[in-house]
């Protein structure tokens, strides 16, 4: 069975710093990886999602993803974090297009301006 | 506007009651997912439908919890005798066969066991 391992629970970070979140899946087939954020009282929104190619993925507002498929992970960085980037953010896999995503248990992210 | 509409978006019950909750995926996408999130944790996925056929099940969904997707459309979770431990937010989810767009979630129902 598939699983997903975000290693960083809650992660608190000063505007303009770097960001990056670590994600591990565990399945030992093709995958498909996203990236999900949730702002406070919103629906999940999707960041960026890698299927094949090239492993370094850009997502929207700036984010961006690592594919590393010899260290089964997907991490989620961003360069310089904004206030505004505060939310939850969580990592999800599935084995085929079309069936469940796996959601890992979220990574709570709090910028300070 | 997500695309994805779900109703209520709350709902208080006694414990043992039935409830109901409906799910409008976007028109052109053909697979629909139920998912179970609780404070603290990432989704949980409970079931999913391609069409009007319920593909898989996750063990997470008892006796108590059924889905429907008749003709294909909207779907519908239904939790019977409810508990206290079905206090979460329900979330529904679409896609496409090629995911282009990935998997594109509703707001939610927050069910409230009492």
């Known amino acids: 069975a598939q699983s997903v391992s975000q290693h960083n629970h809650h992660v608190i970070l000063s505007e303009a710093a770097s960001l990056e979140l670590g994600c591990n899946y565990s399945y030992g087939g093709t995958v498909n990886l996203f990236w999900y954020v949730q702002y406070p009282g919103q629906h999940l929104q999707l960041l960026l999602k890698y299927f094949s190619g090239d492993p370094l993925v850009k997502g929207i507002k700036g984010f961006e993803a690592e594919f590393i498929k010899s260290k089964f992970s997907f991490n989620l960085r961003k360069p310089s974090v904004q206030w505004s980037d505060t939310a939850e953010y969580f990592c999800a896999v599935n084995a085929q297009a079309g069936t469940a995503l796996i959601f890992g248990k979220g990574t709570t992210l709090s910028v300070s301006s | 506007d997500t695309g994805v509409s779900q109703n209520p978006r709350h709902k208080i019950t006694k414990r043992g009651q039935n409830v109901t909750f409906r799910c409008d995926p976007i028109?052109?996408?053909?697979?629909l997912y139920w998912y179970r999130q609780t404070l603290g944790q990432g989704p949980e996925f409970l079931t999913y439908?391609?069409?009007?056929?319920?593909?898989?099940k996750s063990r997470l969904l008892s006796d108590r919890f059924s889905a429907e997707r008749p003709k294909g459309s909207f779907s519908t979770l239904e939790i019977q005798r409810t508990e206290q431990g079905d206090s979460a937010m329900y979330l529904c989810a679409s896609s496409g066969q090629f995911l282009d767009y990935g998997y594109t979630f509703g707001s939610g129902t927050r069910l409230t066991v009492v």
């Open positions: 439908f391609q069409n009007e056929a319920q593909l898989e």
């Open positions: 028109s052109e996408h053909n697979r």
